[in-house]
């Protein structure tokens, strides 16, 4: 550190398009760094959300070069029932992305969090709640922010969700003895099931003329499973689709695209969207054929999708947010994210982020006094809900009509955060 940083704030992402170089360069010193905080998957999610959105990004500086960087939007949103100004984490809002996180060069994120609230307050008319959502908690610039609120009088609140990902060996062999002894014998036998009845050829996506076909089948097999139990699906949103579209392109010309494909009989059979950063594999967005569900083929993909990435050095499988049972069924343990939710006292801002905390809190004590009655309450509206759906069963899938088997690759429903895997 020499004593001459500077922040200079960008508005445009063509601004922005002079730091790439220096971006790319920050993120390989940054241990904590994933795919969510590179240039590549901000700047696509800008071109396919940020229409209604300020562009606020913070670049710190020491002698002309890039020590440390705060992405951030403002939007107009509802917030406890008001529409208010919200300011976010650059790639926050739509439910597309996690481990959002402010990448500073080593010794710089104290000076990067001292920068950024400090800039903040300057612009305090700009925006009234601020949420700052699944920072990772290895994050050195999440740890100096919280730290950093905790000496300043604004009504501050942190929160933590979890996550979940799977730490793999070194070989196939030693990650199939983690496994439950049904799933050791299951994985083989589904396999050479499906071998039996059909033409099975399992792939990764590598080839740019094959993304608009694995795409499209992709969102169509999602969504069929969403809208069956009448949801819109993540893919109803011309907006995902094309910054799925665009994202894809750019992730496989780096050659950190996992689009995983199975095929039966020369038919797409189920779809599982992922990507790799150094050693660690983000499982993003899968479908499957609602035809085959008996067939198991999500479990099966999935099995086989892991030992080629054990064999290939991949040393963690990132099934993003929550802590569903299929993800500790393939032997993943929960982590969690930092949120940190925050406005300035006296103002409008502040008293909504204020009741919006309170009644969260009230929910919470509720759901744990009486968890028996939440649950029957739970349960009969989504009783009443399934009733009133128009839903047919397929054929051969028998009792499992509307129960989720433990590989249905239907992920990412917003707003949930990361994949949700029947």
């Not at 990132?318 to 929960?334: E, H, I, M, P, V």
């Not at 028998?398 to 029947?422: F, K, W």
Request: one cysteine or more.
């Amino acid at each position: 550190m020499t004593g001459q940083q500077q922040l200079r704030v960008y508005h445009t992402l063509d601004e922005l398009q002079s730091l790439r170089s220096e971006w790319d360069r920050l993120l390989l010193e940054y241990p904590p760094a994933t795919t969510f905080s590179t240039y590549d998957w901000l700047a696509n999610w800008w071109r396919s959300f940020g229409d209604r959105r300020q562009l606020l990004v913070l670049a710190l500086f020491d002698s002309g070069s890039l020590v440390g960087v705060a992405p951030l939007s403002i939007s107009r949103e509802r917030y406890a029932g008001f529409p208010i100004r919200v300011l976010r984490m650059m790639g926050d809002g739509t439910y597309d992305s996690d481990n959002l996180d402010f990448p500073a060069q080593k010794g710089y994120e104290n000076i990067l969090a001292d920068s950024v609230l400090s800039y903040l307050m300057q612009i305090r008319d700009a925006w009234d709640v601020c949420v700052l959502n699944t920072l990772p908690p290895d994050s050195g610039s999440a740890k100096c922010i919280a730290a950093r609120l905790q000496t300043r009088e604004w009504i501050t609140f942190e929160h933590s969700t979890p996550s979940s990902s799977i730490a793999l060996p070194a070989t196939w062999e030693e990650y199939r003895l983690r496994l439950s002894a049904e799933d050791q014998k299951n994985l083989p036998r589904y396999l050479r099931r499906l071998r039996k009845y059909y033409t099975v050829q399992i792939y990764r996506c590598t080839e740019s003329k094959d993304l608009p076909m694995c795409l499209e089948t992709l969102f169509r097999l999602h969504q069929a499973r969403w809208e069956k139990v009448g949801q819109p699906g993540s893919f109803s949103s011309a907006e995902r689709r094309d910054f799925y579209a665009e994202l894809s392109r750019c992730l496989l010309l780096r050659g950190a695209l996992e689009f995983w494909i199975l095929e039966l009989g020369g038919k797409i059979a189920a779809a599982q969207f992922a990507f790799r950063y150094k050693d660690r594999v983000f499982q993003l967005q899968e479908g499957y054929d609602p035809e085959h569900s008996s067939d198991r083929v999500g479990y099966v993909l999935r099995g086989e999708v892991l030992k080629q990435l054990i064999s290939e050095g991949v040393r963690v499988y990132d099934f993003l947010g929550g802590k569903d049972s299929y993800k500790s069924r393939w032997g993943a343990k929960t982590g969690y994210y930092r949120e940190f939710h925050f406005a300035r006292p006296f103002t409008f801002g502040g008293a909504l982020l204020w009741s919006s905390e309170r009644a969260r809190e009230y929910k919470r004590s509720v759901r744990e006094r009486f968890p028996q009655a939440v649950r029957f309450l739970r349960n009969a509206k989504r009783t009443i809900q399934e009733r009133a759906l128009p839903i047919r069963s397929i054929p051969g899938n028998g009792s499992r009509d509307l129960d989720r088997s433990p590989d249905d690759p239907t992920c990412r429903q917003a707003p949930e955060h990361g994949t949700e895997v029947a």
